[in-house]
């Protein structure tokens, strides 16, 4: 510890590497766009950056529920069927009128949170895998809606969540205060509150946990509910967003929600990871479909550039902890703890 | 523990073989028909599904058949299997929407070869043994673009909406758009995306597309028209677009709207609808009792084409009168005013295509002759040739290309 | 201190129950459906289970190892184009064409292999892009469904060898018979000591990165072998990924008793496992469960044998802390 010849700047340690990795997903959506401007001179324009933060946001509050459950090693693949059973619940019962929102709306929620509580119990009291348990209820569920529904599109959404997701505030689309908004209370309940720091333990070592005496199976349960708290907000955005809503209107989300919270630096396994990384994946996921359109290519273009730069950007998330640490080893003098733990690869999917 | 397994298992066995068997008749002389659907959960889907339930349970029908409908899923290997269940379990017909033009011949093959009758209704097969009935032969692709290209005059931006990739559909339309945009320099397509016949997915995207191409004149869609149409709306609601598309119940009504028409709203409503389900569905009935034979294994159903001054709200729970669209609030806005068709499915109302129940009072009313499909190699037909002009419009008369 | 009691008998494997409700299911099937009680119907049913079983003897491996493999679909989908596109083409094409697709498949195997090995991405997100890489290449070669498969993939396959055993039955024997001396040899032991603890073993002297890069490269061969077989059911090619078909994979090894954490279970396990998702379809067919139905019931049967196999393990360990003198490697294997 040198601490006579150099001065350790205690800034630059206290940040999390995790927020740098943010940092660089969200700086890579920008140079994205950049690039694409220098190519297409019509691209990139203030009013599609505010069409795609305006569309992003499906992904920006679905992702967070999908984020708590894989903070704590699982996963949930159940959020798909959620959005489009809150969708399809919150038009059917509004069925155009704003005053019948009163009581739509919370109708809706808890039914999606006891979507989310069916999960947990399975997962935490039942020791169900996670993907199994989550991929069985989302089946189920869509079963059960479509038995009630028989897949037709449901009455008009009420008006009011028509203009929340079309109307501006001083010329900023609301959907846009909505995502700063939705951004930090997230990152607050997540990283700032006792039980978001909970998951965090929960995710990093079970058996730490244990030790501990933290409630492993109320908090595995709360988090899934609250994925299906998430996902029916997200739902119901859609369902305002599009006026209308069909049962398969949620699947485009499932697999893009994984991808924003692993690219924005959660580990699969648990225990690490910022909502605030999620929140950037999901934007870095958003500016990268459009970028696609714009290209015009066939869709097998499309995916293979999709898919490579999924893994681009995974590969650039890895090696950077690499230059963190050096970073970090040159400016304090000290090795950053975390290299020397083991790497946990137990996977409790 | 293990012992209380192994009770758990005999005893759910042997509740499981004691449930009741009705697959297997009790001795009636009803004919087993099937209904295969793949798809699930959307409108469409949903609609053709039930308008073939009412039909199944309207007289006479109702007595002489015994109808089951199965949901195989997207997986075609899934199909394969429950078509061999059906067969196993003595169909003598089966109606289905077949995942793959081609996957599936051996199994229907196998099917055909038993007696059972194959009909599929929209998405086609390329078994010589199987019969298709559908509009995918009507030339969707071409009518369209040539429509909107006459109402552009020959020159404009045009943004397309991709169906869902890697489908046989998808690959018919867009082939002939694109051919019939192509005629015309002066009509320049900025912006395509695959909108996967998905509203909400059109919508986002159109609104990105829109944000950096601000003058765009019209939209090309096989579905998706809706969400398509919203996009311009909130985004630009001064001035609307030229635009080709499904039969929702809400674009038609705002196709007919006399507030959106000045500002430059032109809209065709056409586009494949779940009527062809429950004619396809009559068809094979007429069929299976005797009543018809035909002569052609592809069976055109006839293309929808609704053009503004043709929109008429209907009064009442039926197209009746020359109706064809119903008014705001009777139905959602996604509602496929295709669903219903007066002219061969007069047994059809509002009730039935959306609750699957047959309409009191109803009877089932004969066909006409039905209209033979052309040749599509790979979509109805294998060892075949289209014909020469396949890829040119045969509803809409084109517009001389402009200097 | 030796052997204090002798064992009551060693516990069964958790593929034991899976295959106990797999011979219930397919009892009850077949005593609903007596017109499949032929040699015609026992191929049909093999026939329709061997693709999922292919693909879910890959992914166990991977599993094994603790590492998670979103690509099969992928896979499967180019294999299967270029089986529709080239065998009837090329001379000598069924053989040439199963070559082909295995060193596709091998090739997408070693490019997920090391990218998680080498360059330490996770597993689900690096394979969830080759899974989109693989879509758009097989999108790339054949835009809508099509092309032809040549005659002897199509009709032999699917049939019967010296007109007794069907030949997907064959297939899957020999590679069940594969896995059963494959899981002796020292890689097989690897595999399961990575999966169990990937840093205990690295320190023992196993090549980790080594042996995860094989295990992704002998799934990504299963993979192909699927895909080939796909064509022979189909007798087609479509560029298309079947996300459900994904999801079944992963359900056909949970059901099998693979852990999904790593180092317990194996292939036999999954292909009991694809067996029971495929007489499941049946049966609820059978039964005459109206069609929403069926999925509640996908779901419900789903956890119900997961539950099975979690009570399994409960009893393994259980006697395990009985016996006291324990062989480690019985009870982890099948």
């Known amino acids: 510890m040198d601490s006579e010849s150099r001065s350790v700047n205690p800034g630059v340690v206290a940040l999390k590497p995790e927020t740098i990795t943010a940092f660089l997903v969200l700086l890579s959506a920008v140079l994205m766009m950049l690039v694409m401007k220098l190519l297409n001179p019509t691209f990139g324009s203030i009013e599609q950056i505010a069409a795609i933060l305006t569309t992003s946001i499906f992904l920006v509050v679905a992702s967070y529920g999908q984020g708590l459950v894989i903070l704590l090693g699982g996963i949930d693949l159940s959020i798909g069927v959620v959005m489009s059973i809150a969708g399809m619940m919150i038009a059917g019962l509004t069925n155009g009128s704003n005053e019948a929102l009163i009581w739509a709306l919370p109708v809706t929620l808890l039914s999606c949170i006891a979507i989310g509580l069916v999960n947990g119990l399975g997962v935490a009291f039942l020791k169900i895998p996670p993907f199994i348990m989550t991929l069985a209820v989302g089946t189920a569920f869509f079963g059960v809606a479509l038995g009630m529904t028989a897949g037709s599109s449901q009455r008009t959404v009420a008006p009011a969540l028509q203009v929340l997701m079309s109307a501006r505030i001083s010329g900023i689309p609301i959907p846009i205060v909505l995502i700063c908004g939705f951004l930090i209370a997230g990152s607050l309940l997540q990283g700032r509150t006792a039980t978001g720091r909970k998951l965090y333990a929960i995710g990093s070592s079970i058996a730490a946990a244990r030790v501990v005496g933290l409630p492993i199976e109320a908090l595995t349960v709360a988090a899934y509910a609250m994925s299906g708290l998430c996902a029916s907000f997200a739902g119901m955005l859609l369902a305002g967003y599009s006026s209308s809503a069909t049962l398969d209107m949620g699947d485009p989300f499932l697999m893009p929600t994984i991808a924003a919270v692993v690219i924005g630096g959660a580990r699969v396994t648990g225990g690490k990871g910022l909502y605030f990384g999620t929140f950037a994946g999901a934007i870095f996921l958003s500016s990268l479909s459009t970028i696609i359109t714009v290209l015009s290519l066939s869709q097998g273009w499309r995916n293979i550039i999709q898919g490579g730069i999924i893994i681009i950007a995974l590969i650039l998330q890895t090696k950077q902890w690499y230059l963190f640490s050096m970073v970090n080893r040159r400016l304090t003098g000290k090795r950053p703890l975390y290299s020397v733990l083991p790497q946990n690869s137990e996977s409790q999917l | ?403 | 201190m030796n052997q204090a009691t002798r064992e009551k008998g060693r516990p069964l494997p958790s593929s034991a129950f899976a295959g106990l409700l797999c011979l219930a299911m397919l009892a009850i099937y077949l005593l609903k459906t007596p017109s499949a009680i032929t040699l015609a119907g026992i191929t049909d049913l093999l026939n329709n289970t061997v693709v999922l079983a292919l693909a879910a003897s890959g992914l166990t491996l991977v599993i094994l190892a603790a590492e998670l493999d979103l690509s099969s679909v992928g896979v499967i989908a180019v294999s299967n184009v270029i089986v529709a596109t080239l065998s009837t083409k090329l001379p000598s094409g069924a053989f040439i064409s199963l070559t082909l697709v295995c060193l596709v498949g091998l090739t997408a195997g070693l490019v997920n292999g090391w990218l998680v090995a080498f360059l330490e991405l996770q597993s689900l997100a690096c394979t969830l892009g080759t899974m989109i890489v693989c879509q758009g290449i097989a999108l790339l070669i054949l835009e809508a469904p099509g092309g032809e498969v040549d005659g002897f993939i199509m009709n032999r396959l699917t049939d019967t060898v010296f007109g007794v055993i069907p030949a997907a039955g064959l297939i899957l024997g020999l590679v069940v018979t594969g896995w059963l001396l494959f899981r002796r040899t020292r890689l097989g032991i690897a595999i399961y000591a990575v999966g169990t603890d990937s840093v205990a073993s690295r320190l023992t002297g196993l090549n980790v990165k080594g042996t995860k890069l094989i295990v992704f490269a002998l799934a990504g061969a299963a993979y192909g072998l699927a895909g080939y077989m796909l064509s022979a059911q189909t007798g087609t090619g479509d560029p298309r990924v079947s996300n459900s078909f994904l999801l079944y994979v992963f359900a056909a090894v949970a059901i099998g008793g693979t852990s999904l954490g790593g180092g317990r279970g194996g292939i036999i396990g999954s292909v009991v496992g694809a067996g029971i998702l495929t007489v499941m379809q049946k049966l609820l067919f059978a039964l005459g469960v109206a069609e929403f139905y069926t999925n509640i019931f996908n779901g419900v049967i789903m956890v119900v044998a997961i539950l099975f196999g979690n009570l399994s393990a409960i009893v393994a360990l259980r006697q395990r802390v009985i016996t006291g003198r324990h062989k480690n490697s019985q009870y982890a294997r099948q």
């Open chain 2, 1 to 403: 523990m293990r012992r209380f397994q192994w009770c758990l298992t005999v005893a759910v066995v042997f509740t499981l073989i004691s449930s009741d068997n009705r697959l297997y008749g009790q001795g009636d002389q009803k004919y087993k028909v099937f209904l295969d659907m793949s798809y699930s959960g959307n409108t469409w889907q949903a609609a053709a599904a039930n308008g073939i339930k009412a039909l199944a349970a309207t007289p006479p029908y109702d007595k002489t058949i015994e109808f089951k409908t199965i949901i195989s899923g997207t997986d075609v290997q899934k199909q394969i299997s429950d078509i061999q269940s059906m067969v196993a379990a003595g169909a003598k017909a089966i109606i289905l929407y077949p995942l793959s033009p081609t996957a599936l011949n051996r199994v229907i093959q196998q099917a055909c070869n038993k007696g059972v009758l194959v009909f599929t209704y929209d998405s086609t097969v390329t078994e010589p043994l199987a019969y298709n009935v559908s509009n995918i032969t009507a030339r969707y692709g071409s009518n369209t673009a040539q429509w909107m290209v006459n109402k552009l005059g020959g020159k404009g931006e045009i943004i397309f909406n991709h169906g869902v990739a890697g489908t046989a559909v998808t690959k018919t339309y867009d082939e002939q758009a694109y051919a019939i945009f192509r005629k015309y320099p002066g009509i320049k397509i900025v912006g395509d995306f695959y909108g996967n016949w998905n509203d909400a997915t059109s919508q986002e995207e159109v609104s990105k597309i829109l944000a950096a191409h601000p003058n765009v004149d019209g939209i090309w869609t096989v579905d998706g028209t809706y969400g398509s149409l919203q996009a311009v709306i909130k985004n630009r609601p001064d001035r609307l677009v030229v635009i080709a598309g499904q039969s929702n119940n809400g674009y038609r009504l705002m196709m007919a709207d006399p507030a959106l028409q000045p500002k430059g709203l032109q809209g065709i409503s056409s586009s494949a609808g779940p009527a062809v389900g429950g004619y396809a569905f009559k068809v094979m009935m007429e069929v299976l009792l005797g009543k018809k034979k035909l002569t052609g294994h592809n069976v055109e159903y006839p293309l929808p084409w609704v053009e503004a001054k043709d929109v008429k709200v209907c009064s009442g729970d039926r197209f009746e009168n020359g109706c064809n669209v119903f008014p705001e609030g009777k139905v959602p806005p996604l509602f496929l005013d295709t669903s219903l068709d007066p002219k061969f499915l007069p047994e059809l109302s509002l009730d039935a295509v959306q609750t699957g129940n047959p309409t009191p009072g109803a009877t089932i009313q004969p066909l006409p002759e039905p209209k033979y499909a052309e040749n599509l190699p790979g979509i109805n037909c294998q060892e075949c040739k289209a014909p020469a002009d396949a890829l040119e419009p045969n509803l809409v008369a084109p517009i001389p290309v402009p200097k």
